[in-house]
């Protein structure tokens, strides 16, 4: 719960309480939840920026809407999509997916977080990256994997304050806006 600044108390939300006019923003913290249909808009919206503006994703073109509403529908186990809201928007997401097809990695997840810019640096994404994971571990998932595109200060320090282990770079593995790009491949095991 946020405190008052300086003051260190709890802001009082009752009726009558001089603390009860509080901006909303200060009054209310960020709200994780699954996500639903009526957020694909802001999902692809969020994705296609990273897509368009940025190597944190190796896609070159938007994925169709269609994908998120696979993604969306998605019953297995360890298959999840949370976003983060901010003053009642949807400011960010956290997903996992499969690491790979073949089923000795059914429960291994690739996880990936991926924030509107204007929230990059607030806690949201590290706030809604916590959340997947424990939804990873009720799932009795046993491990998370995440690929990091360099550069990405903010993302290789976000996975490292979670707990995620580098385990690897790969050299030059994709290409995008003219340049080559390495890859950070971050672990984290989720059981003991």
Known sequence: MPTLSGRGRRPTLGRGSRRSRLPY???VSPVI????????PVLAKIYGHAVRESVATFDVTDPPLSYWRER???AERGDHLVVVERDGTVAGYACSSRFRPRPAYARTRETSVYLLPDAVGQGLGSLAY???LELLRADRMHSAVAVVAEPNPASVSLHESLGFELVGTLREVGRKFDQWV???WYQLRLEP
């Open 182 to 184: 390495d890859t950070r």
């Open 33 to 40: 939840r699954a996500a639903r249909l009526e957020d694909v």
């Open 130 to 132: 916590s959340h997947l």
């Open 25 to 27: 923003a200060e009054a």
């Open 72 to 74: 969306l529908s998605s």
